[in-house]
Each structure stands twice: as structure tokens, then as C-alpha cells.
């Protein structure tokens, strides 16, 4: 499985931004999606995923301003970022987990776009 994410940039803080992860497979099947996002000099953290079934974890950093979603249809999801603060700037990545048969669950991951929220 390949991950394109797209839609990072520059926004002031208050401002919005919307991601957008284009997967090479159907991901109507997917166990779930996600996004995790790495600031400078710290770990990568989740800040979302969505399941199949649609059931949606957030960070609690982010709950309330982002929202993730999936479009099976075009193969690609989402992550809405509204009231973007400067400690949201990172690089954002998403992932795929795919239940694969005789090995169990694995973790694919796209590569990362960057967001900076100046204040």
C-alpha cells in the first residue's frame, strides 16, 4: 500500500487547514486509517484514526478542532484542522493499517507533509 499525503503549509494561528492521503488500494476494507504528526525534537504522536466502521479516535490535544474522515470511493481520507495553533506545527503523516492474512495487522505509513501554524 502506498500513501501520498498532500495539503500542508503556512497558516496563522486561528486559521485552517485540510489534509488529504490518496491511497494505491481500496481502502474500503482497511482495519483503519490515521494520523500522526512529529514536531521538531519530539516523538511521533497520534493525533487520529477512523476504523472501517467508522468509529473515530482523537488526541485530546485536538479533539474539538480536527476531524478525520474517509472517502472509500476515491481511496483517499482526510484530516480537517480548524483553530490551528503554533503547537500544532509538525510534520503530518498518515497511515493504513491492513489486517494481512497469516501475519496479522500491519502499519503502513505515507510520507510526511508539513504544517506550520505561525502566531
Known amino acids: 500500500v502506498q500513501l501520498q499525503a498532500s495539503g500542508g503549509g503556512l497558516v496563522q494561528a486561528g486559521g485552517s487547514l485540510r489534509l488529504s492521503c490518496a491511497a494505491s488500494?481500496?481502502?474500503?476494507?482497511?482495519?483503519?486509517l490515521g494520523w500522526y504528526r512529529q514536531a521538531p525534537g519530539k516523538q511521533r504522536d497520534l493525533v487520529a484514526t477512523?476504523?472501517?466502521?467508522?468509529?473515530?479516535n482523537y488526541a485530546d490535544s485536538v479533539k474539538g478542532r480536527f476531524t478525520i474522515s474517509r472517502d472509500s470511493a476515491n481511496n483517499t481520507m482526510y484530516l480537517q484542522m480548524n483553530s490551528l495553533k503554533p503547537e500544532d506545527t509538525a510534520v503530518y503523516y498518515c497511515t493504513a493499517t491492513v489486517d494481512l492474512p497469516r501475519k496479522g495487522k500491519y502499519l503502513y505509513w505515507g510520507q510526511g507533509t508539513l504544517v506550520t501554524v505561525s502566531s
Open positions: 488500494e481500496n481502502i474500503f476494507s482497511m482495519y483503519a
Open positions: 477512523i476504523t472501517n466502521g467508522r468509529t473515530t
